[in-house]
């Protein structure tokens, strides 16, 4: 993925995902990789509001090139980042959108807020709307920072479903440290709910942010 910097307060998101599913069993052992949703996005910033406050706001759309032949790989995707599942599956396009407001205190405390739409259109199938929602709490000291979040996806489009089934909850704890121009990092996430946690115990990943001027 990709954040570029247009001006002080529009952005540029680019993001190619990629799903790998490994398998090994009794009577099944093979791997696969599939190339995701490509998302093209943008980003537009209120700085300053106060000198600690910051709204954002995000539109984007991710075109379905995602092969249809590889689920296995999908499926990894769909359970591991259930907030994200449209990245991979096969057959859909996506229209997200949506915005935050962040604080920062001097003490190097922050608080972020985000709530984010995303209107999935498959080819084959009924549309549905999903609602993504985060609130992040995470401290900053010197080179480090970490912090803790609670994230939920909620279906919108279902008048069936109790608030319970149209939702999925997680708690994600990450931290990363800055070398400067190279900023590594983990995350690891727990499902809150038992629809996800009869199947997933945690998910956890590294990542590696590079800054160029």
């Known amino acids: 993925s990709g954040y570029i910097e247009a001006t002080d307060q529009l952005a540029v998101i680019v993001e190619f995902p990629i799903a790998n599913a490994d398998i090994e069993g009794t009577f099944t052992d093979y791997s696969e990789t599939s190339f995701g949703n490509l998302y093209l996005g943008m980003e537009y910033k209120i700085a300053n509001l106060d000198e600690t406050r910051a709204g954002v706001f995000r539109l984007g759309f991710r075109p379905p090139i995602a092969s249809d032949e590889k689920y296995a790989a999908a499926e ?7 907030d994200r599942f449209e990245a991979v599956y096969p057959d859909l396009s996506t229209i997200a959108g949506g915005g935050g407001y962040h604080w920062r205190m001097d003490n190097g405390f922050g608080i972020d807020a985000d709530v984010n739409g995303a209107l999935m259109l ?9 609602m ?13 920072r970490g912090g ?3 994230a939920g996806r909620m279906l919108m489009t279902e008048d069936d479903l109790d608030f319970s089934e149209r939702t999925i909850h997680q708690l994600g704890f990450f931290g990363s440290y800055d070398f400067g121009q190279f900023r590594p990092g983990v995350h690891f996430r727990l499902p809150v709910d038992d629809d996800l946690s009869d199947i997933l115990n945690f998910t956890w990943g590294i990542s590696l942010m590079a800054e160029f001027e």
Do not use: R
């Open 148 to 150: 803790l979040g609670f």
């Open 122 to 130: 498959p080819g084959d199938g009924d549309k549905e709307l999903f």
């Open 76 to 82: 990894v995707n769909y359970i591991g980042l259930y």
């Open 132 to 144: 993504d929602y985060n609130l992040t709490f995470w401290l900053t000291q010197q080179q480090f």
